[in-house]
């Protein structure tokens, strides 16, 4: 996320209060933007985000995740400052465009509701977000400006590196280990696409509470050899180069907003297999930039075989998905979400 404030910061002078820590907490730093740390989901101390937005001196505080409690606080002080806030939404929930749900359950949060649409202007990070949090705040409000890929993406090699035949074929997932993100079939996906190529290697970076139950049901389908499980990879580390050696990115999520794993697959020229749900299928047009499946295992089977495959099809897809994913660059997303900025300070200078 360093890259965004990075150019904001170009454009305008300002601090980022986040949930950062370790070595992407060093990131920002090393940017030169002044960064105070405070967890997202645990509520915040009030007297102190109260002094902290008081005496900042802030033209517009931006706040991001629409769903936990330090933005939400945040939204009511800035209410009683009389400061223009901008929201950013990057989720969505179970069955999220299905209005005959969300309305009436809408109408039960009132309170939650009368909150969200006290901002000026929603940030959505693609069109399912955007039908979410519709949900909760007038639709005019809202702007859909994805989110940012970094830099070092680009910058990784071209995609006939991944066309070698002297070595094994490489799969990779980056992300959380948890259900929504469909990582329970990866076992699956191994096995049957391993029945075809021997020396497949599924490498896994990410952590979470599925961990065991990968590594277990890896051993009981007799393909624990071929899966590498690395733990929590940074992505300002040695992500970028792992994405360089994939020969194909697996996003098998039940549900997605907007995948960065996506987005940093494509813009390193990796042929990506994802759901066929939520922002994922905005991004990727099937064929053509990507592969979208359906929920089975066996479709991201089918889909990795054909793409692993076939080197014309893996090269033109990888070429196809970072024309793609260039748009996201960026002092690209920058620019849209300064116009945000400098349309919420004009309405509040125009307003009676």
């Not at 936990?68 to 929930?93: D, G, R």
């Not at 996506?262 to 064929?287: F, H, N, Q, T």
Request: glycine share 6%; aromatic share 8%; net charge positive.
């Amino acid at each position: 996320m360093t890259d965004l404030p990075r150019d904001l910061n170009r454009r305008f002078l300002g601090d980022i209060h986040s949930a950062l820590e370790g070595a992407s907490k060093e990131r920002v730093k090393s940017v030169g933007l002044p960064l105070l740390s405070q967890s997202s989901v645990l509520p915040p101390n009030p007297a102190h985000l109260r002094e902290l937005l008081r005496d900042g001196g802030f033209d517009i505080i931006h706040a991001h995740h629409a769903f936990t409690p330090t933005p939400l606080f945040s939204i009511l002080l800035a209410n009683e400052l009389e400061t223009p806030t901008v929201l950013t939404n990057h989720s969505v929930s179970f069955a999220y465009d299905y209005s005959p749900f969300w309305q009436p359950l809408a109408k039960f949060l009132y309170p939650y509701k009368e909150l969200i649409n006290s901002v000026d202007r929603v940030i959505a990070v693609s069109e399912a977000a955007a039908i979410f949090i519709g949900h909760f705040v007038s639709g005019e409000k809202i702007s859909v400006i994805p989110n940012p890929v970094h830099e070092d993406y680009f910058e990784t090699g071209e995609t006939d590196s991944r066309n070698r035949t002297s070595r094994g074929k490489t799969v990779l997932y980056v992300g959380r280990l948890s259900r929504e993100k469909g990582v329970h079939k990866l076992p699956s996906i191994l096995k049957t696409v391993s029945e075809e190529f021997s020396d497949v290697q599924l490498i896994i970076a990410g952590s979470g509470y599925l961990s065991k139950f990968i590594d277990l049901t890896a051993k009981l389908k007799g393909i624990r050899n071929k899966v590498r499980m690395l733990g929590k990879v940074s992505r300002e580390g040695s992500l970028p180069s792992l994405y360089e050696r994939a020969d194909a990115v697996v996003v098998p999520s039940l549900r997605e907003a907007f995948s960065i794993t996506l987005l940093e697959a494509m813009a390193s020229g990796c042929p990506v297999v994802a759901s066929r749900v939520g922002g994922m299928k905005e991004i990727i047009k099937d064929g053509h930039s990507g592969v979208l499946v359906g929920g089975k295992a066996s479709d991201f089977a089918d889909a990795l075989l054909r793409v692993l495959s076939d080197p014309s099809l893996s090269k033109e897809l990888g070429w196809n998905a970072r024309k793609v994913a260039s748009k996201c660059r960026p002092r690209k997303i920058a620019e849209q979400v300064e116009e945000v900025y400098r349309d919420v300070a004009a309405s509040r200078n125009t307003s009676p």
